[in-house]
C-alpha cells in the first residue's frame, strides 16, 4: 500500500467511527500534557523519514548515545539519598553499596547547598533535614569513610556550593591515596534552573556563570573523568511544566552554559562531552518516551549546527532520570509503588543512562530502608526480568511514538527559539518569562485535578478511608546540636592563620578573572568551613533577589 | 474582602504549591499577598502585621517547620496580634498535631483540593472577627 | 483596636495602628477622613513612580530605601485587582522584603479594585495617613499599565517615569502624557548598553520642552541610586520654596474631593432600582438625593 492508498483508507476508517460515535462515544477529550491533540490512531502517514530517526550511536542519536546501550551495560542504578549527619549517610550508602547500587548519590541539606554554616541563623531548623550537613572536609571525609573512591562514582545534587563540594571530594580521594584523574562522578552544577524552579541560588548570574566555567576548566585539566555539570529538567518539571517546556528550558539553559564555555575559551569539542543532562520521568508513560527521544535528537542538533561540533562524543546527550516526587501520593501509598515502575520503565525505554526511583512513603517523609530497598528491586526486576534491555530502542517505529517524538521536538524548539529572541537564558529568567511559563502550567494541572479532568487514583477517584503507613523514618533531630559542637571544636582544632589566608587569597582571585577553583581546594585543606567560603565570595559578588512571578 | 498572606520561611526554595494556592485564593475573590522564599520568621511576622492580612499561610517542605512556625506564632503573638494561621506542605501527622495544639489552626498536606482550603479561609476568617 | 485607639496610636507612632489605620482607609474610607481630619497635618515628599511591568520599579524602589539614611519611608505599592473574582495577587514586595523589618520603613500593598484611576480607591486617605505619621516620604509605585500612570499626578508631589532599554519604550514614551507627567525619568538597567541609546532619544524629546532631569540607574546594582535620592531631597526643597508644592496640594485636595464624590455617586448608581426608567431621570434622581444628603 503507497501512502496515497494509506491515506484513502484511513480517511474512510475514520468515517466509518465518526459515525459509531454516535452510539458510542468516547470518554471525553485526550490531550497531550502541553495542551495538544491525541489521536485516535497514528499510522505510517505519521512517521517522518528515517533519516531523522538514524541509528543509536550516530547523529542525530534518536535512538540511543551507544550502539548497544543496554545489551552492553545496564543503566546505572543510583539512588539519591543522605540524611542528618555525615555517618548516618556513610551507613546508608554502605547498605544500598552492599545491595546492589552500582553508583552512590549524595544529598545534601539546604545549608550546605546555600552556603550556611551549620551554626549560621539562617540555618535553623534546616540542618540535616533533606540530606548530609557538611560544614567542613571533615564532615566529608565522615562522609566516604570507607568507601573506595577509586571503585565508585559519586554524584552530588550541589549546585551554588558545587565548587566546595567539588574540592572537598576530590581532597577525600587524594587522602585515600586516589589521584584526582581517577575519580569519577557529577556535579549537578546547574545554576540556572536554581533560579527558575528550585531556589538553592546564592549569587547573580554572572557571576555564577563564571564559577561554573571555572568549573569545567579545571576539570578538564585536572579531573577529566569527571562529569561537570547535570543540566537539569527534573525541577523544572516537578515545579509543573509540561513535557515540552521540560525539554525547551533544559536545552535552554544547556545552550547558556556552552555560551558561556566558549566565551570562557573552551572547546565544546571537549567539554561537551562532560555534559550531562537530568530528566524527570512522569505519568504519561508513552509521552516520556518520545520525549527523552526527542530531547536526544535536540541537543545533537543544537551541538552541530549551531555551535559547529565536529566530536561525535560531544553531541551526546547522556541523562540521568529520577521518577517524579509530585505525582506520589501521601494517600494510599503502595500505589505509588505501581507509579513508579511505569515511570521507571519510561525512562529505560526511553534510554536512559542512570536511573533513581522514588520509593512509595516519599509524600509522606524520607525513605524508610525497606520502601528503598522495594525502589531498587524495581530497577532490577525491570533490568533483570522484563526483557526490555534485550534491543535498542525497542518502541522506534510506533506510528504513536515517532508522532510525538517529532511534535514534541517541534514545539520544544519554537520555545527556544523564542528565548534566544530574548537574548538568551538569562535574560529570559530575569524577566521571568520562564518561571510564569511555569506556574500557569502548575496552576491548570491544580484546577484539572480539582474539576476531574485529571483523575489521581486515591486523591480525587477510588479513594478509601485507611490507616496510613505506620512506619515512616524519624530523622535525628539533634544533627543541629551536633554540627554546632562539631564546628566549635573545628575553629578550635585548625591553624586559624592558614584558614585567613586562604580565604584573603580566594578573596583576591574572585575579584580577577583567575580560575577560582585552586583557591577554594587550598581553602578546603585548611578546614575553612562552606560558610567562610562562601561569604568571601558573597561579599565579591552581592547576592541574587528573585524576581517577582506569580 | 479577605486578605491572606502566603508566606514561604527557612532555605526551602519549592514554590509550586505556594503559588498555586496564592492563585486559587485570587481566583476565589481574596487579596493575596506572596512573600517570596527565603523569609525570616521576624520578616514574616512584620509584613503580616504591616498588612493587617486576616490570615497566614505558611508553605514549609524542608522538614524545618517544628522550628521555624512556632518562632512565627510567638512573634505574632509578640506584636500583639491573634490572626490564625495555616500551615501547608510535607507535615507528619504527629507534627501536625502538635502545630495545632500550639495554635496553628489547620495543617494541609499534599493533595488538599484548594478549593476546600478557600472555604476553610473563609471560616477561619469569620470565626475570628465574630 | 477601637478608632480613638488608632488616633492615638498614630500619634504615638506606633505601627500596630499604622496598620489598622490603612486597613480602615480601604473598609471605610469615610470614616478614615474623618479621623484623619482629626490628626495633625503633617507634609512628606510624596513620590510617585510609575512605568511598564518589568522596568524594575521594584528593585528600583527597594535600591532607593537602601540609601534612605535614617529616614521614614512609607510605600504604597498597587497591584491590579482581576475584573473577574474581583480577587488579586499582590507580589510587588517579594523585591523588597529585605526592609520588611526596618523600624524606619513601612511597606503596603493595594489591590487597585477595579478604581478608574489605576490607583487604590482609598489612596488618598492612605497617602494621607502615612503623612500624618510622620513620614519623611511616601513612595507609591503605580500598577503600570493603563492610566495610572497618568493618575499618580494627581497625588505625587514629584513623579518618576522609569523606563528601560530592554522594553521597547520608545513605544511607551510615545503614550499620551506620559512624557507631561515626568517631574524627573530614570533610565534603569544602565549596564545594558542599549541605555545610551535610550538617553540620546529620550533628550532629543524633551528638548525644547521644559528641564525634565535624567537619570540613569542600575538598580540591581545600585549604581547611580545614591545620586537620585539625593535629587529627590533637593527637588523636595526646591518645589517647597517656589510654590510648586502648594499648587500640586492644592491639585491633590481637589482630586481626593472629587474621589469621595466619586465613590458617594458609585454607590448610589449601584444601589438605584432601574426598572423602566430614562437614564435622564435616573440622573435627576440621584442628583436629588445627592444633594438632599447635607453632610456625607
Redesign the interface.
Known amino acids: 500500500m503507497n501512502n496515497g492508498e494509506l491515506n484513502e483508507k484511513y480517511k474512510e476508517w475514520d468515517k466509518k467511527t465518526e459515525e459509531i460515535l454516535k452510539k458510542y462515544p468516547e470518554r471525553g477529550e485526550f490531550k497531550t500534557t502541553w495542551g495538544g491533540e491525541t489521536k485516535r490512531l497514528y499510522t505510517p502517514l505519521d512517521v517522518g523519514d528515517y533519516s531523522n530517526i538514524g541509528f543509536p550511536g550516530e547523529y542525530p542519536f534518536t535512538r540511543g548515545v551507544q550502539p548497544t546501550m543496554y545489551r552492553g551495560k545496564l543503566w546505572t542504578m543510583r539512588q539519591y539519598a543522605g540524611f542528618g549527619n555525615a555517618e548516618e549517610s556513610n551507613k546508608r550508602y554502605k547498605y544500598l553499596l552492599e545491595q546492589g547500587q552500582s553508583g552512590l548519590s549524595v544529598a545534601f541539606d539546604?545549608?550546605t547547598?546555600?552556603g550556611?554554616d551549620s551554626d549560621d541563623?539562617?540555618?535553623?531548623?534546616?540542618v540535616g533535614?533533606?540530606g548530609v550537613a557538611i560544614d567542613s572536609l571533615s564532615d566529608m571525609e565522615t562522609l566516604f569513610d570507607g568507601i573506595p573512591l577509586d571503585k565508585v562514582s559519586t554524584s552530588m545534587t550541589i549546585n551554588s556550593t558545587a565548587s566546595i563540594l567539588l574540592a572537598m571530594y576530590m581532597t577525600v580521594g587524594e587522602k585515600q591515596g586516589v589521584s584526582r584523574e581517577k575519580l569519577r562522578g557529577t556535579i549537578q552544577n546547574d545554576i540556572l534552573k536554581?533560579y527558575i524552579a528550585?531556589?538553592?541560588y546564592i549569587y547573580?548570574p554572572q557571576p555564577s556563570m563564571r564559577i561554573i566555567t571555572n568549573i569545567f576548566e579545571f576539570c578538564s585539566k585536572e579531573m577529566p573523568l569527571w562529569n561537570t555539570i547535570s543540566i537539569s529538567g527534573y525541577h523544572i518539571r516537578?515545579?509543573?511544566a509540561d513535557a515540552v517546556q521540560e525539554v525547551a528550558f533544559t536545552l535552554a539553559d544547556g545552550i547558556e552554559y556552552v555560551k558561556a564555555a566558549i566565551e570562557a575559551g573552551l572547546d565544546p569539542n571537549l567539554f561537551g562531552r562532560r555534559l550531562s543532562f537530568f530528566f524527570a520521568s512522569h505519568n504519561d508513560f508513552l509521552e516520556e518516551i518520545a520525549k527523552f527521544r526527542a530531547a536526544r535528537r535536540m541537543w545533537a542538533k543544537i551541538m552541530k549546527e549551531r555551535f559547529g561540533v565536529t566530536n561525535h562524543s560531544a553531541m551526546r546527550l547522556k541523562f540521568h532520570t529520577q521518577t517524579s516526587g509530585?505525582t506520589l501520593?501521601?494517600?494510599q501509598p503502595d500505589n505509588n509503588i505501581v507509579r513508579v515502575t511505569i515511570q521507571a520503565l519510561a525512562a529505560v525505554l526511553g534510554g536512559t543512562q542512570s536511573l533513581h526511583t522514588n520509593s512509595r512513603d516519599e509524600?509522606?517523609?524520607l525513605p524508610t530502608e525497606e520502601s528503598v530497598r522495594i525502589a531498587l528491586r524495581t530497577q532490577q526486576i525491570i533490568g533483570y526480568e522484563s526483557g526490555v534491555p534485550k534491543t535498542v530502542d525497542p518502541l522506534a517505529g510506533s506510528y504513536y511514538i515517532e508522532s510525538l517524538t517529532d511534535s514534541i521536538e517541534k514545539r520544544a524548539f519554537d520555545y527556544i527559539d523564542k528565548i534566544e529572541k530574548m537574548?538568551g537564558m538569562v535574560?529570559a529568567i530575569e524577566?521571568?518569562y520562564v518561571q510564569q511559563e511555569i506556574?500557569n502550567r502548575?496552576?491548570e494541572y491544580?484546577q484539572a485535578?480539582?474539576s476531574e479532568k485529571q483523575i489521581?487514583v486515591g486523591?480525587?477517584k477510588f479513594t478509601s478511608e485507611e490507616e496510613?503507613l505506620k512506619t515512616?523514618l524519624k530523622?535525628n533531630d539533634d544533627a543541629e546540636k551536633e554540627q554546632i559542637k562539631k564546628l566549635r571544636i573545628l575553629k578550635k582544632g585548625r591553624d586559624n592563620e592558614k584558614v585567613e589566608n586562604a580565604l584573603k587569597r580566594l578573596e583576591n582571585v574572585a575579584k580577577s578573572d583567575e580560575n577560582i577553583m585552586y583557591p577554594i581546594v587550598d581553602a578546603v585543606k585548611a578546614y575553612a568551613t562552606i560558610g567562610e567560603i562562601a561569604n568571601v565570595m558573597r561579599k565579591v559578588f552581592?547576592e541574587y533577589?528573585?524576581s517577582?512571578?506569580? | 474582602m479577605i486578605k491572606v498572606m502566603i508566606a514561604k520561611p527557612g532555605l526551602d526554595g519549592h514554590d509550586r504549591g505556594a503559588k498555586v494556592v496564592a492563585k486559587a485564593l485570587r481566583d476565589a475573590g481574596m487579596e493575596v499577598i506572596y512573600t517570596g522564599i527565603r523569609q525570616t520568621p521576624e520578616q514574616i511576622a512584620q509584613s503580616a502585621v504591616d498588612e493587617d492580612v486576616d490570615v497566614l499561610g505558611i508553605s514549609i517542605l524542608s522538614g524545618a517547620h517544628m522550628k521555624l512556625v512556632p518562632k512565627i506564632l510567638e512573634l505574632l503573638k509578640k506584636m500583639g496580634s491573634n490572626m490564625p494561621v495555616f500551615v501547608g506542605g510535607i507535615i507528619p501527622k504527629e507534627d501536625a498535631k502538635r502545630l495545632k495544639e500550639i495554635g496553628v489552626v489547620e495543617v494541609y498536606g499534599p493533595g488538599t483540593p484548594t478549593s476546600e482550603i478557600a472555604e476553610q479561609v473563609r471560616k477561619f476568617v469569620e470565626h475570628s472577627n465574630a | 483596636m477601637r478608632e480613638d485607639e488608632f488616633l492615638e496610636g498614630i500619634k504615638s507612632h506606633d505601627r500596630r495602628s499604622l496598620a489598622k489605620m490603612l486597613s480602615l482607609c480601604e473598609k471605610d474610607p469615610e470614616t478614615a477622613n474623618v479621623l484623619l481630619d482629626k490628626l495633625e497635618k503633617k507634609t512628606s515628599h510624596v513620590v510617585g513612580i510609575t512605568g511598564s511591568p518589568g522596568v524594575g520599579k521594584s528593585t528600583l524602589i527597594s535600591a532607593i530605601l537602601d540609601k534612605m539614611n535614617g529616614k521614614n519611608v512609607g510605600v504604597i505599592v498597587v497591584d491590579p485587582s482581576s475584573p473577574f473574582t474581583g480577587g488579586a495577587l499582590l507580589g510587588d514586595r517579594v523585591r523588597m522584603q529585605s526592609h520588611a523589618t526596618n523600624e524606619k520603613f513601612f511597606i503596603r500593598s493595594f489591590a487597585n479594585r477595579g478604581a478608574l484611576g489605576g490607583l487604590s480607591p482609598s489612596i488618598y486617605e492612605a497617602c494621607d495617613t502615612f503623612e500624618s505619621f510622620g513620614m519623611d516620604n511616601v513612595i507609591i509605585e503605580t500598577v503600570g499599565v493603563g492610566q495610572s500612570e497618568i493618575d499618580v499626578s494627581n497625588i505625587a508631589d514629584t513623579v518618576i517615569v522609569v523606563l528601560s532599554p530592554d522594553n521597547g519604550d520608545e513605544i511607551q514614551m510615545m503614550k499620551a502624557g506620559l512624557m507631561e507627567i515626568a517631574d524627573l525619568f530614570v533610565i534603569n538597567k544602565s549596564d545594558n548598553p542599549r541605555s545610551q541609546i535610550l538617553l540620546s532619544r529620550l533628550r532629543a524629546m524633551t528638548a525644547g520642552s521644559k528641564e525634565v532631569p535624567i537619570y540613569l540607574t542600575n538598580a540591581v546594582t545600585s549604581e547611580g541610586v545614591e545620586r537620585l535620592v539625593r535629587a529627590l531631597d533637593s527637588r523636595f526643597f526646591q518645589i517647597l520654596s517656589d510654590g510648586t508644592l502648594s499648587q500640586k496640594r492644592r491639585k491633590r485636595l481637589l482630586n481626593h474631593v472629587k474621589s469621595m464624590i466619586r465613590r458617594e455617586l458609585d454607590r448610589l448608581v449601584q444601589s438605584f432600582e432601574i426598572d423602566g426608567i430614562s437614564p435622564k431621570e435616573m440622573r435627576d434622581h440621584i442628583i436629588e438625593e445627592l444633594c438632599r444628603k447635607k453632610r456625607l
Do not use: D
Not at chain 1, 121 to 126: A, I, M, Q, T
Open positions: 539546604l545549608p547547598q546555600i550556611y541563623p539562617h540555618s535553623l531548623g534546616e533535614k533533606v536554581e528550585r531556589g538553592t547573580p516537578e515545579a509543573g509530585s501520593t501521601a494517600q509524600a509522606l517523609a537574548g535574560k524577566a521571568g506556574s502548575a496552576y491544580q485535578i480539582e489521581v486523591v480525587n496510613p515512616t530523622v552581592g533577589k528573585e517577582i512571578t506569580l
